[in-house]
């Protein structure tokens, strides 16, 4: 019998040893279920070529040759990245809505003696958890946002709490981006797959006990943060961290040193700014860039960018509650006496929320 997914934390019970994604890989790309590996049964290639017989052609048709194909990618599969499986392994296979890719290979492997089980309605069924999750679901747990200026090590602190005992949401490690104009750190990952991400995160909290998120706009990049959070952030009371502009020019010196190390990146990322700036201001970042004043570079951006599109931000936000907290600075032997500082006023936070 198939295996029904009733929530997004039934595939850490199940027990299986391996899940398997038969999609094409372009499917697999886009998204997938964590910890799945790409098995395709029909490549992007083939599995448009089956479509096409089967609309242009007829169902018998495409079925004969997509059954031929599978056979060959399954076989490829069992001699190669499978070959070293034992009697005892079990699979759960799942392909878009637990149909035939999925049912084929599931056959082929069970008659080998795995015990295979599929996903009863495949991906499709998972998507729908993730959705309900965060499009249907109230928000599970108290909200605490971690807010500052650019430049206040917002993230690098929100890594320290775990280890503090605190329960937090990296959103822009799940999103592969810092947040700015300044923050691409590489491809993102498709909103589908920042979604799938976040809800297998969301799953693994505590709802009796707060969860902190950096302060973000709704979108980080171009991943948007779903409604339930974003609401749930929107109302959360914050922790202000209040550093001085110098200190929030050297950390961001440091911190974005793999954008300092690459000039041309760093020229077109300043143009970008052209329609929000003046031309001398944009042409005087270029000759800071240029001249390797990166610190006053920072200053400047902060000053003249960064801290009024804050400002601005904030004012839309329903926060009733905003604790400061002046740090003397930013380096990083700092850092973790800060962390220690933000755990305390968490949990008087937390006290305060269940009350």
């Given amino acids: 019998m198939p295996v029904t997914l009733t929530s997004i934390s039934d595939l850490a019970t199940l027990g299986f040893d391996d899940i398997i994604d038969v999609r094409a890989p372009a499917e697999y790309a886009e998204d997938h279920i964590p910890g799945a590996i790409s098995l395709p049964v029909l490549d992007d290639e083939e599995r448009a070529r089956v479509g096409t017989i089967y609309k242009q052609v007829s169902p018998f048709d495409a079925r004969k040759i997509g059954a031929a194909l599978v056979s060959r990618n399954a076989a490829r599969h069992i001699e190669g990245p499978l070959s070293d499986r034992d009697g005892a392994w079990r699979p759960l296979v799942y392909c878009w809505r637990g149909g035939q890719r999925s049912g084929s290979f599931a056959t082929i492997l069970g008659q080998i003696g795995w015990r295979v089980e599929t996903i009863k309605g495949g991906y499709k069924a998972w998507r729908a958890l993730v959705v309900k999750a965060l499009y249907d679901d109230p928000f599970p747990a108290p909200v605490i946002v971690l807010d500052g200026n650019t430049g206040s090590a917002k993230t690098e602190l929100l890594n320290l709490l775990p280890e503090r005992g605190v329960q937090v949401i990296d959103l822009e490690g799940l999103a592969n981006h810092r947040g700015s104009l300044f923050g691409n750190m590489g491809p993102q990952p498709s909103q589908k797959a920042f979604e799938c991400a976040l809800a297998m995160e969301i799953s693994r909290l505590d709802p009796a006990r707060p969860v902190v998120v950096e302060a973000e706009s709704a979108k980080v990049g171009e991943c948007r943060v779903p409604p339930s ?104 032997e700092a850092l973790p006496g800060i962390a220690d500082r933000i755990a305390a006023q968490i949990s008087t936070l937390s006290k305060g929320i269940s009350a």
């Fill in 229 to 332: 959070l974003w609401l749930a952030m929107r109302e959360a009371p914050r922790i202000e961290i209040a550093a001085t502009p110098d200190d929030r020019a050297a950390y961001l010196t440091r911190a974005y040193a793999d954008m300092t190390a690459d000039p041309a990146r760093l020229s077109e990322t300043i143009d970008a700014l052209r329609p929000y700036q003046p031309a001398e201001r944009i042409e005087a970042w270029h000759q800071m860039a240029a001249t390797g004043d990166f610190t006053p570079l920072a200053a400047g951006l902060m000053a003249h960018h960064y801290d009024p599109r804050y400002t601005r931000h904030r004012d839309r936000m329903a926060a009733e509650t905003t604790t400061p907290l002046p740090v003397d600075s930013l380096s990083p």
